[in-house]
């Protein structure tokens, strides 16, 4: 068995163990050590999950309509509650789609729609820097995949037109926005 007591020595001598931070949230700052700082790493850049009027007001809400707090399974487990198909429909409706399917998270989402929609027929060219859990998606989905260089269109134009004919689906695979260095694709030219 390894001996993680001296895995761990060494990563700390290199100055690589990881520790979780001691931090006070407020709205979309944070303080450690007495320093207040705009919190930029944070899935909420409006700094709404601090919010007590919102809060308060969803839980009247939530209270008055009896939803339930948790789908307790997986919906093609045990059912569907009607509050998610009421808010697929209207998601659907505001965006003008035949229809919509919401996921927990980006990650579940990035998880759940290219292992359903690829196979091995598919081939995936994907940017050089999506998101590590868009990889796991590509991974999972076992189709086979090629990286091209960040935001480089001509080497992904020479890629598709080296595997148009060998496979029955190229996917694209892309961000809109780079969620790590916040480089923006250009859709239009990949449409």
Known sequence: MKDY???LKQVNEAGNLRSLPDIVHTGNRIERDGQVMLNLSSN???GLASRTDLREAFFEEWKEKGYPLSSS???LLTGNF???TELEQLMAERFNREAALLFNSGYHANTGILPALADKQT????D????ASIIDGILLSGAPFQRYRHNDYNQL????????GQYEQLFIVTESIFSMDGDVA????LV
């Open 5 to 7: 007591t001296l895995i």
């Open 44 to 46: 909420d850049y409006l």
């Open 73 to 75: 399974s997986s919906r």
């Open 82 to 84: 009607t509050v998610y």
């Open 123 to 126: 081939l995936i060219l994907a």
């Open 128 to 131: 050089k820097l999506v998101h």
């Open 157 to 164: 134009e020479t890629l598709l037109k080296k595997n148009a």
């Open 186 to 189: 250009d859709l239009r030219r």
